[in-house]
C-alpha cells in the first residue's frame, strides 16, 4: 500500500491540563454535572477503563507499538475530550489551551513522521479563540478540537464567526468530537450517555453549522465530525423535506441540507459495516476518514478490519484508509 493507513481519531491524556485545574472552585460542579449526566454505573466502568489505558494515552512508545499493532502509520492526536473544561473563566481557559497545544504538540514530536496534533479553543469564550488557534498552528499542529456546544452557545452563534474565518484562511482541521449531551438524566443508564448522546450532540453541532449558514459563507473550513456525523448523514433526508417544505427551515443556508455533507468530513466510526457504507454513499468516497478513538473501550481495537468488513469497492476502501487524509493533512 503506497498511501499511508491515517487514523484521525485518537486521543492524548495530559496531565498539566489536571493539575491547572485541580482545586479550582467550579471544577467540583463540572464533576457533578457529569456525574449526573453519566449515571453511577458509567462511572464505575469509565474510571477503570480509563486507568488501565493511561500508558496507550500518556507513553508515545506504547502508542507506536499499538498503532504497529493495528496497522495504522499516522495518527491524528486531539487532546481528551474531558479537558475541555468550558466552565472556566478567560485568563485560566487561556492558560489551559495553551497548555494543552504545547503538551499535544510536543508528544507528537517524538515521533513526528507518525503523528500529527490538534489543540484546543475556549469554545466558551469565543472571543480569545482566534488566539488559541493561532497559538496552536504555531505549534505546528494540524488544527484544533472543539465539542458540539458551549454552555448557553450553539456553534450557529455568530460570535463564533471570526473563528470560522480564521479556520477557512489558515486551512487548519476542526474536529468535531461532543463531550456531553444536554439530555441530562434521561440518559444515565446504560451508558445511553454516550451510546445515544454522543450521535445526537453530532448531529444537533452539523445541523447547526448546515441550516445557519456557516458552511455557506466558510466554504474552505475543513470540519472533521467524530462517530460518523452521528445520527446525520443517515438521517439526512428528513432534513432535506424540511428545508424545502418549511419557510423557517430553509431560510438560513442555500442548497439541501444533504449537500453539505460533500463539505464535512467525517471519520468512519459508526460500529457497523452497514451504516459506514451509506455513510460513505451520503457523503461520498472522498470525506470519510479512517477513526478509531485510540484507545478507549467505545474505539475499534481493529479500524482497518472494521473498514474492510463494510466490503467497499478498492478505491473508495484505499481513500478512507488513508488517501483522504494524507491530502487533507498534507502528510508527505
Request: with cysteine; hydrophobic share 40%; net charge negative.
Amino acid at each position: 500500500m503506497s498511501t499511508p493507513t491515517v487514523d484521525v481519531h485518537a486521543h492524548v491524556l495530559l496531565p498539566e491540563v489536571d493539575a491547572l485545574v485541580e482545586g479550582l472552585p467550579r471544577l467540583a460542579e463540572a464533576k457533578a454535572l457529569d456525574a449526573r449526566r453519566n449515571g453511577p454505573a458509567a462511572l464505575a466502568v469509565s474510571g477503570p477503563m480509563v486507568r488501565a489505558r493511561i500508558p496507550l494515552l500518556t507513553d508515545v512508545t506504547a502508542r507506536l507499538a499499538a498503532m504497529d499493532t493495528q496497522g495504522v502509520d499516522v495518527q491524528l492526536v486531539s487532546p481528551s475530550p474531558s479537558h475541555y473544561h468550558y466552565w472556566t473563566d478567560e485568563e485560566t481557559a487561556e492558560k489551559l489551551c495553551r497548555l494543552a497545544n504545547e503538551a499535544t504538540a510536543a508528544h507528537c514530536s517524538a515521533a513526528p513522521d507518525r503523528l500529527r496534533g490538534l489543540g484546543l479553543v475556549p469554545l466558551q469564550h469565543p472571543d480569545r479563540m482566534v488566539g488559541a488557534l493561532d497559538h496552536a498552528l504555531r505549534q505546528d499542529l494540524a488544527g484544533v478540537e472543539i465539542s458540539s456546544h458551549a454552555p448557553g452557545r450553539e456553534l450557529s452563534d455568530p460570535a463564533y464567526e471570526p473563528f470560522w474565518a480564521r479556520s477557512e484562511e489558515t486551512g487548519a482541521v476542526v474536529f468535531l468530537h461532543p463531550f456531553g449531551c444536554t439530555l441530562d438524566e434521561r440518559l444515565d443508564r446504560w451508558y445511553l450517555s454516550n451510546t445515544v448522546g454522543q450521535p445526537t450532540e453530532n448531529a444537533v453541532a452539523l445541523s447547526h453549522l448546515i441550516f445557519s449558514g456557516v458552511l455557506d459563507r466558510h466554504p474552505g473550513l475543513k470540519v472533521i465530525a467524530a462517530h460518523g456525523g452521528g445520527y446525520l448523514p443517515t438521517h439526512i433526508g428528513r432534513s432535506d423535506h424540511a428545508w424545502s417544505a418549511r419557510s423557517d427551515a430553509g431560510a438560513g443556508c442555500a442548497h439541501p441540507p444533504s449537500s453539505y455533507l460533500k463539505r464535512l468530513y467525517f471519520d468512519s466510526l459508526v460500529h457497523d459495516p452497514h451504516v459506514l457504507r451509506e455513510l460513505v454513499r451520503a457523503a461520498g468516497a472522498g470525506r470519510v476518514l479512517l477513526g478509531s478513538d485510540f484507545p478507549f473501550d467505545m474505539g475499534a481495537d481493529d479500524p482497518v478490519a472494521a473498514l474492510r468488513a463494510a466490503g467497499l469497492p478498492d478505491a473508495d476502501f484505499d481513500a478512507v484508509r488513508g488517501g483522504n487524509a494524507t491530502t487533507l493533512l498534507s502528510l508527505e
